[in-house]
Every structure is written in structure tokens, then in C-alpha cells.
């Protein structure tokens, strides 16, 4: 059954890569640039959103598509080099691959700054897709045909839901475990080492 068009999607921040230290590193570097105060220990406990919606906590709508566009011109001087990958990351994407598989990144973070945390951590799966949140992660995951889905946060098992894909949910971001059960994840796993041996059993049971 393995390569069987098996296509697994992954949610980036807290699922494939630790991104607390370069978001929280990047929030005080555009508090400083823009002279206005943002709690970046806070702001890290809600990642999953899109960057508008923690910018809304400190700025005017009218200034959120412009300090934006500037925190993501400043993200890779300050949010690449801290960011580690997640225990088992590497290792659940080469699980797909080992299977015939292709891996894709669906994410809310801006496409350029994904690729650029993956090159950094060589992590190198068959796609990305960025700048897209729950539900609307579906057109995505269908395009390429996605089975299965993995995140950290309820919005990625609504995406997934949404899609006709399996989710696949690890409580490694904010939303822990009974969180992510209730919110109706087909499977949730203790972090992302669990991935491929899960994968694996999943492959071999399914229908030729």
C-alpha cells in the first residue's frame, strides 16, 4: 500500500518547528522599531493565528496591514537562527517519504519566512503553502490530494476536517490534549516522534 498517493500535510509553528523563541524575538525587535508595546511572552501562547490577529492586541486596525508587512521584512534577521525543529520533525517527514509518500507544509506564516525555517533546519518537504488558517487550509490539503493533516491547534483539525483529511493532532502548541479531542482530531498523538510508527500502521491498514 505505501506510495499509494500518500500525501501527509503538516501545520508549521509548534507542530514541525519550535517557534516561540524567534516570534518572541521578532515581537521585540518590532516593539523597539515601532515604539509600541507588545508582550511577546504573551503573544507566544496564542501562536496558530494569523499575525493579524495577535497585532490587533497592540495596534489600530488602521496600522495592522503596515506593521504586518514590516514584521515580516524583520522576521528573518530575528526569528530564523533561534527557531528550532521539534522533537521527531525530521523524522516525521522522512517517515513519509520512507512510505513512497510526499509531505507538504500547509501554514499560516507568510510563505517566504516558512521556507525559510525549513532551509535553516533542513527540513526539506515536497511543498509549501503558506498564509493560510483553519478552515481555509481545506483548499490546500484537497489540491494536493492531502489524506492526512497534522497540527498542534484546533484550528488545523478544523482545516483538516474541512478538507475530508484524517487529523492528526500532537498537543505540543497551545491547545493541550483535551482541547484538541474535543474539537474532534481522528487521532492524537504525544509529539511527532509517535508520528511514524503511527503513520506506518496507518498505511498498512488501509484499503488497497
Not at 2 to 9: E, F, H, Q, R, Y
Not at 74 to 91: D, L, S
Not at 133 to 142: I, M, S
Not at 173 to 180: A, F, Q, R, V, Y
Given at each position: ?33 515601532t515604539g509600541t508595546f507588545i508582550d511577546a511572552d504573551a503573544a507566544v501562547t496564542r501562536l496558530g493565528p ?137 487521532v492524537v498523538l504525544p509529539d511527532l516522534t509517535a508520528l511514524p ?12
Amino acid at each position: 500500500m505505501a506510495g499509494m498517493n500518500l500525501t501527509v500535510g503538516f501545520d508549521l509553528d509548534m507542530t514541525l518547528i519550535d517557534s516561540r523563541p524567534g516570534i518572541k524575538a521578532a515581537y521585540r525587535a518590532l516593539s523597539a522599531d515601532t515604539g509600541t508595546f507588545i508582550d511577546a511572552d504573551a503573544a507566544v501562547t496564542r501562536l496558530g493565528p494569523p499575525l493579524e490577529e495577535e497585532l490587533a492586541h497592540w495596534f489600530p486596525a488602521a496600522e495592522i496591514p503596515a506593521v504586518a508587512d514590516r514584521y515580516r521584512e524583520m522576521y528573518p534577521t530575528h526569528a530564523i537562527g533561534p527557531t528550532p525543529a521539534m522533537p521527531g520533525a525530521r523524522e516525521a517527514v522522512d517517515a513519509v517519504r520512507a512510505l513512497g509518500g510526499r509531505a507538504i507544509v500547509v501554514t499560516a506564516k507568510h510563505e517566504p519566512n516558512a521556507l525559510l525555517h525549513l532551509e535553516h533546519l533542513g527540513i526539506a518537504p515536497d511543498a509549501v503553502i503558506g498564509s493560510l488558517w483553519a478552515e481555509a487550509k481545506a483548499g490546500a490539503l484537497r489540491e494536493y490530494g492531502a489524506q492526512v493533516y497534522v497540527g498542534d491547534h484546533v484550528g488545523d483539525i478544523r482545516g483538516a476536517r474541512t478538507a475530508g483529511a484524517l487529523s492528526v493532532a500532537v498537543p505540543t502548541g497551545p491547545c493541550p490534549e483535551t482541547e484538541l479531542r474535543e474539537a474532534g482530531a481522528d487521532v492524537v498523538l504525544p509529539d511527532l516522534t509517535a508520528l511514524p510508527q503511527w503513520l506506518a500502521a496507518y498505511v498498512a491498514g488501509r484499503p488497497a
